[in-house]
């Protein structure tokens, strides 16, 4: 499945960007916009993003001066589909969804031919429709209803007993189980695909996990399992017992003593330098991704959810590539992973450890917005706002510890630290 910009007026006119795979397409008058549109006064410096997973596509206005329209009405925010038109100052996009026709051998020369086909929830079975690729391509799909419920009321995973849920968030929940063979204590994380996804689409994301699963470092979560059942896609891990960084900081009055929080992110580090030395980047690191057993000093550290927001992502299983993204989390990611989606380095995990340290050491995120504002707010910040200095919300902190943390907050990852090892080193000699 792919998804057309064609350019039908201003500066590009005649230019197609394609997307075949998740992605983000910036625009605005700034040097790093996909469409760079410089003269044109009517646009603003980030004017307004579009997150794509082809079929799918949600475009985000940036707060712009003169606005973004749709279909001719000024939006905020709103899920496109094919034939719609976006326009903002002389620049008309057309957004074209399907697939290219066999006999073309140039995608940008065709229009792309669209095929709706009917699907059954899995669960309920009640019918819908989605865009595929074939006729005849068979599909999962859950509806919007039984997400909800299977959210809230979790079935059971074969082979496995379910003791309680442990917790709730965008993608499904986390259950603590016990396996029927072994009777070994396990974490279940439930996903629940947010649209129809294709059989090729499921294997990849399959073969995505099994690839992770390889990881095997003593600050990560080891995988064990993962299947699907009646729609719902499954994970089995190990059971940490303990909290997760953030509800640990939680039960400490919102902040962690420096000597504990640097000893986690530490422990973040030396998972990060492993992992990158094979090619793996984490890409959804923050303070709900650690989990932490034992207790200080003697506290160990794990990284869960490896690679797992790419996956979930770019398999079709989330609608956009920030789909169940809180402002609070999203405001974890480095500029160039909103630019780029795909192609995100080992600094982009290392802007987002920075990130995690400075919320345990301040209860405070290091961009100066709220943790419950819009999107849009967030996103606008995390490309034009200066970081606050970390001394100013936490004077008690060691300069030598704030310089390591504040560089890793660079918005210029080649002026970050270049490696997890580094940063790592330098926290060990900060005292």
């Not at 905020?76 to 996009?93: F, H, Y």
């Not at 729609?231 to 900081?249: M, Q």
Request: hydrophobic letters at 40%.
């Amino acid at each position: 499945m792919n998804l057309n910009l064609r350019v039908l007026a201003g500066p590009y006119q005649g230019r197609v960007f394609t997307f075949t795979q998740a992605d983000t397409f910036l625009i605005g008058r700034t040097t790093d916009s996909h469409l760079y549109l410089p003269e044109d006064r009517f646009f603003s410096r980030h004017h307004c993003i579009l997150e794509i997973t082809p079929p799918h596509c949600r475009l985000r206005d940036l707060g712009s001066t003169n606005g973004t329209f749709v279909n001719g009405q000024r939006v905020s925010e709103a899920d496109l589909k094919n034939g719609d038109r976006i326009q903002g100052g002389e620049t008309v996009l057309l957004v074209e969804v399907g697939e290219v026709p066999e006999q073309s051998p140039d995608p940008d020369a065709e229009e792309l031919k669209s095929t709706v086909v009917s699907v059954e929830c899995l669960n309920c079975g009640r019918y819908d429709q989605a865009q595929a690729s074939a006729a005849g391509e068979r599909m999962s799909f859950l509806c919007e209803d039984c997400r909800i419920e299977l959210k809230n009321a979790p079935q059971p995973i074969p082979g496995y007993d379910m003791v309680r849920v442990l917790g709730r968030g965008g993608m499904g929940c986390v259950m603590l189980g016990r396996d029927q063979k072994t009777g070994k204590t396990v974490a279940i994380k439930t996903l629940l695909p947010e649209f129809a996804v294709t059989d090729k689409a499921m294997k990849r994301f399959m073969r995505e996990i099994d690839v992770a699963s390889a990881l095997k470092h003593a600050n990560i979560v080891d995988f064990i399992d993962r299947g699907t059942h009646n729609g719902v896609v499954y994970l089995i891990t190990e059971f940490i017992d303990g909290p997760d960084a953030a509800k640990l900081a939680d039960q400490r009055g919102g902040q962690l003593p420096t000597p504990e929080a640097l000893d986690i992110i530490s422990q973040v580090l030396d998972a990060l330098a492993y992992a990158h030395s094979l090619g793996y980047i984490h890409r959804d690191i923050k303070d709900q991704n650690i989990l932490v057993s034992g207790t200080w000093p003697n506290a160990r550290a794990k990284l869960t959810d490896f690679g797992l927001a790419k996956s979930f992502t770019q398999s079709g299983m989330s609608g956009v590539t920030m789909a169940g993204e809180m402002a609070g989390t999203l405001a974890y990611m480095p500029p160039e992973q909103l630019r780029n989606f795909r192609d995100v380095k080992p600094q982009s995990d290392i802007y987002a450890v920075g990130m995690t340290a400075y919320s345990l050491l301040t209860n405070e995120l290091a961009l100066n917005i709220a943790r419950k504002c819009s999107m849009a707010e967030t996103i606008k910040a995390i490309f034009e706002q200066p970081i606050v200095p970390l001394r100013q919300r936490a004077p008690h902190i060691p300069l030598k510890v704030c310089e390591i943390i504040e560089r890793a907050l660079v918005k210029d990852p080649t002026q970050r630290w270049q490696s997890a090892a580094a940063m790592r080193n330098a926290l060990a000699h900060s005292g």
